[in-house]
């Protein structure tokens, strides 16, 4: 057990509790609750009295980073730790990474998005990457239960709020930079200074696995490291040479070093391609065998919300988390490659976030879908109307729907279903809740349409193995 805690509430017999000045909660309210608990010191930034030892600092949060790194560090970074940034890809490729780890026997744990997964634990997580003393808990429990290796997400956010401070890792990995999260960063170059601050992170002779085809790559390849670069172009080091998709699965050809690959995977489009590719090139840096990969390949599958295919109204449901431009054009037009009818686009954005991509994503998904039905996402405090507004105002043409109901749109899409038609229902992916206002309600995309099904078709969801 780590011995420091910042909630009250969990405090245990014998921990120390540390005082954070929060946005909304002060640490310092609630030392009497933490002692009650059985803290055995405090530490704050405040003259306060109470019965236990006081240790008083100018920053509590800068204390307890450096009490994190300087004790528990060094035990941590014996785990075999791999982490992946980038704006899109970072789940599917963590969690085909995780799967296939495990099915190779190697106890590993999943730190992301998604949330804390190792043996049969399954548990969320409120953020992609934790707050430092989450995470520091998290791999600890990870190393305590036997775990030998972790693959965890690393967003941009946690980079610079220095959340994964004291950690090194043994192979880190570069998906791709596309518009996303400018209402924190502001500009695109401090959104890529963020994403390069991972390196820093890198132990001596690690791995850096990169998406070659990204122009930002280059940024991330240091000339003193070890790189993996993955993609279609030349400069790859493992190419793909040649793709055959179906609605749920692709035939894939790479080069591995000149050395001619072919393997079958349960992914579908050419992003899922870069995403299998980063996984196998982590998997690759950390020592794993390429026959290995090959073999267990066929075991593992997309994370639930990613591109999860649906069959429905003798047509197909996708649910997909795309969120951000780059993810909504190219899940359609993956989507477009393999299509035999036509592609109906249920999409919306988010509130209380980035404004800027909304007109972009919404001439996206309709120049390049038959049909759109534009809904809500998650509007958070948000009036709803700004922000279908936003989405809606640069289209000339105005043969879309909107349907703020959530619900109701997915409906409507299933029920504009012909045979062989597409459903793409985007934005929201694994969640099973909806934000409107400070309230999260119960809404799950999934639990939509199989809810449909169950009172309109005898079709069913294609079946999938539990890995986790």
Same mark, same amino acid.
């Given at each position: 057990?780590?011995?420091?805690e910042?909630?009250?509430r969990?405090?245990k017999e014998?921990?120390?509790?540390v005082?954070?000045?929060?946005?909304?909660v002060d640490g310092?309210?609630?030392i009497?609750?933490?002692?009650?608990n059985?803290?055995?010191a405090?530490v704050?930034?405040?003259?306060?009295?109470?019965t236990?030892?006081?240790?008083?600092?100018?920053?509590?949060?800068e204390?307890?980073?450096?009490?994190l790194?300087?004790?528990?560090?060094?035990?941590?970074n014996?785990?075999?730790?791999?982490?992946?940034?980038?704006?899109?890809?970072?789940?599917?490729?963590?969690?085909l990474?995780y799967q296939?780890l495990?099915?190779?026997?190697?106890k590993?744990?999943?730190?992301?998005?998604?949330?804390?997964?190792?043996?049969?634990?399954?548990?969320?997580?409120p953020?992609t990457?934790?707050?430092?003393?989450?995470?520091?808990?998290?791999?600890?429990?990870a190393?305590?239960?036997?775990?030998?290796?972790?693959?965890?997400?690393?967003?941009?956010?946690?980079l610079?709020e220095g959340?994964?401070?004291?950690?090194t890792f043994d192979s880190?990995?570069?998906?791709n930079?596309?518009?996303?999260?400018?209402d924190f960063h502001k500009?695109?170059d401090?959104?890529?200074?963020?994403?390069l601050?991972?390196l820093?992170?890198?132990?001596?002779?690690?791995y850096?696995?990169?998406?070659?085809d990204?122009?930002?790559?280059?940024? !991330?390849?240091?000339?003193?490291a070890?790189?993996?670069?993955?993609? $279609? #172009? =030349? @400069?790859?080091?493992?190419?793909?040479?040649? %793709?055959? !998709?179906t609605?749920?699965?692709?035939?894939l050809k790479f080069?591995? $070093? #000149? =050395? @001619?690959?072919?393997?079958n995977?349960?992914? %579908?489009?050419?992003f899922n391609?870069?995403?299998?590719l980063?996984?196998y090139?982590?998997?690759?840096?950390?020592?794993?065998?390429s026959?290995?990969?090959k073999?267990v390949t066929?075991?593992?599958?997309?994370?639930?919300?990613?591109c999860?295919?649906?069959?429905?109204?003798?047509g197909?449901?996708?649910?997909?988390?795309?969120?951000?431009?780059?993810?909504?054009?190219?899940?359609?037009?993956a989507m477009?490659?393999?299509?035999?009818?036509r592609?109906?686009?249920?999409?919306?954005?988010?509130?209380?976030?980035?404004?800027?991509?909304?007109?972009i994503?919404?001439n996206?998904a309709?120049?390049?879908?038959?049909?759109?039905?534009?809904?809500?996402?998650?509007?958070?405090t948000?009036?709803p109307?700004?922000?279908?507004?936003?989405?809606?105002?640069?289209?000339t043409?105005?043969d879309?729907?909107i349907e703020y109901?959530?619900?109701?749109a997915?409906?409507?899409?299933?029920?504009?279903?012909q045979p062989?038609?597409?459903?793409l229902?985007?934005?929201k992916?694994?969640?099973d809740?909806q934000?409107?206002?400070?309230?999260?309600i119960?809404?799950?995309d999934?639990e939509?349409v199989?809810?449909w099904?169950?009172?309109h078709?005898?079709?069913h969801?294609?079946?999938?193995?539990d890995?986790?």
């Amino acid at each position: 057990m780590i011995k420091y805690e910042t909630d009250s509430r969990k405090v245990k017999e014998g921990q120390t509790f540390v005082a954070i000045t929060g946005h909304t909660v002060d640490g310092h309210n609630y030392i009497d609750k933490a002692v009650q608990n059985g803290a055995a010191a405090v530490v704050v930034e405040k003259d306060v009295e109470t019965t236990v030892p006081v240790i008083k600092v100018d920053d509590t949060k800068e204390f307890l980073k450096n009490a994190l790194v300087n004790e528990y560090s060094q035990d941590i970074n014996d785990l075999v730790l791999m982490g992946v940034t980038g704006t899109n890809g970072k789940t599917t490729t963590c969690y085909l990474t995780y799967q296939m780890l495990r099915e190779l026997g190697i106890k590993a744990a999943y730190i992301g998005t998604i949330g804390f997964y190792y043996g049969d634990v399954k548990r969320e997580l409120p953020n992609t990457t934790p707050d430092i003393l989450s995470l520091y808990n998290l791999l600890h429990e990870a190393k305590e239960n036997g775990c030998t290796h972790v693959i965890m997400e690393v967003s941009s956010h946690s980079l610079c709020e220095g959340r994964i401070a004291g950690l090194t890792f043994d192979s880190v990995a570069f998906t791709n930079l596309t518009q996303d999260h400018l209402d924190f960063h502001k500009t695109m170059d401090n959104y890529l200074k963020a994403k390069l601050l991972i390196l820093n992170y890198l132990k001596d002779g690690g791995y850096i696995v990169a998406n070659a085809d990204d122009e930002h790559s280059k940024y !991330f390849v240091k000339d003193n490291a070890n790189k993996v670069l993955i993609g $279609y #172009g =030349e @400069d790859a080091d493992i190419k793909v040479t040649g %793709t055959k !998709f179906t609605p749920s699965s692709t035939d894939l050809k790479f080069t591995e $070093y #000149g =050395e @001619d690959k072919e393997v079958n995977n349960n992914l %579908t489009s050419k992003f899922n391609v870069y995403n299998y590719l980063t996984c196998y090139g982590i998997l690759r840096s950390i020592g794993i065998d390429s026959e290995d990969i090959k073999r267990v390949t066929p075991n593992v599958y997309p994370p639930n919300g990613r591109c999860e295919i649906i069959h429905v109204n003798d047509g197909y449901a996708v649910i997909d988390y795309a969120h951000t431009p780059d993810a909504v054009e190219k899940i359609i037009s993956a989507m477009n490659e393999i299509k035999e009818g036509r592609i109906i686009t249920v999409i919306g954005c988010g509130g209380d976030r980035d404004p800027m991509k909304r007109p972009i994503m919404g001439n996206i998904a309709y120049n390049n879908s038959d049909h759109v039905i534009f809904t809500n996402d998650n509007p958070r405090t948000e009036n709803p109307v700004t922000i279908m507004y936003d989405i809606t105002k640069e289209l000339t043409q105005t043969d879309y729907d909107i349907e703020y109901d959530r619900t109701k749109a997915i409906e409507m899409g299933i029920e504009m279903l012909q045979p062989n038609d597409i459903l793409l229902i985007l934005g929201k992916g694994h969640e099973d809740y909806q934000i409107i206002g400070h309230e999260k309600i119960h809404l799950d995309d999934h639990e939509i349409v199989n809810n449909w099904i169950k009172k309109h078709s005898k079709t069913h969801v294609i079946e999938k193995k539990d890995n986790v």
